[in-house]
């Protein structure tokens, strides 16, 4: 993957503390109309993490006035519950954002990782002679999140108001042109457009909008613990499937590594019971377990124990969803921030002229919910499947297997796990055949001589 050779952007640490960053940034600041109190604007975006920043500037740049709202005051508020990888199929926005120096110059590590199945490791590595394999980064959220959000406040075009929780929608002839915000100078009126909930998984958004959603429940619950200086092989993020538990080591920036244990339910009661020593015999049973007794824990261990998957319709009259408000993966995919910064990057692409006045918005949101479901709905509903914490299926066996077995289905793999291609192309009659084919040469390899050729040899 080509390295972007502009410098970025974005810096590694929190945004500046002027007055037209803080959440007492006013309407006489704005970019928008002052109307008795209301700010009019092209786009409001509610959430200021990855994706509610990332469509704001993205949005800005393209010639859209945005008001970016986030609940918390603290421009240095990060998202605690997370993997702290950033899966490639995000790195073209990365790029486009100018972010990726700066995260490289934070020491973001490359997500390079193998992966732990009962038929050995699966190692995707570079064919011989050919390119490097996609790639984007681990960086912890504590890093991250202020760097996007400063970049966002600094961008023009952009009013970055701290301290605003939205708290209900401005609705005209069926569709939202606004909405309600609770500031620290009472409550305030911002009118838009375009409403864009960039909230999370319990968007206000898009229950203030009615969105239609489907949940499914979470077969797993998980435990995340970060640790300083703990080697892991080759330097590389280890994940392990142990049919039908989980677990990872993603290797970080500063020396710090997060580890998470996703096992199936049947272990909540062990946990509940001893959460410290359930979690770190869990990870010490680990194959090539990382050596976490000679490591330095820097965190307390948190997690959660109920986690469903959210799956919304990513648009209504006149509202947007990006990132885990549209659709919340099961975290021990790592896909919520790549997937949180690929939807803004499509719903700024597909919605920019027309929130500006220029084109039609109906039209540029149906665009962009195609778009979504396209890109992500296979992917979901695979995802979802997994969640039950069942044994793999069958498909599953031969594809885990003979991935371990075969560079070239392993660099295969390597693409679907970084969410570059979708389930289609992963699971293609040619990928299948050649998976076949590689595990009957194994079984044969592995198969005893017949009877009379041993008697022949001895």
Known sequence: MTRPESAGHGREHGPEHGPEHGPEHGPEHGHGDDREGALAYDVVVSGASLAGSA??????????RVALLERRSDPEAYKVLCTHSITANAYPVLDELGLVPAIEKAGAVRNEARWYTRWGWIEPRAA?????????????????????RSLAGRTPGVDLLLGHQVTGLVREAGRTVGVRASTPRGEREIRA????????????????ARVPGREYQNGRFGYFAHFRDLPLRGGLGHTWFLDPDMAYAF?????VTVIAVLPGKKWLPAFREDLEGSFLAFVRALPEAPPIDSAERTTKITGTVNYPLHSRRPTAPGVALVGDAALTGDPLWGVGCGWALESAGWLAEAVAPAATGRGDLDQSLTAYERRH???????????????????FNPVERLMFSAAARDASLARHMHLFGSRLIGPLRFLNPVAVAKAAAVNIRHRRAAAPPPAHLSRTRS
């Open 193 to 208: 457009r375009l409403v864009v909930g960039a909230d999370g998984k319990d968007s206000a958004v898009a229950k203030l």
């Open 55 to 64: 469509a704001a500037i993205l949005l800005a740049r393209r010639g859209v």
């Open 373 to 391: 479901r396209r890109a992500l709905r296979g992917h979901q509903y695979l995802a979802a499947d997994f969640a039950k914490a069942r044994p």
């Open 128 to 148: 011989p002679g050919g390119p490097e394999l996609p790639y984007a980064y681990n960086i912890r959220r504590s890093t991250l999140d202020p760097m996007i």
């Open 251 to 255: 290797p970080n920036e500063d020396g």
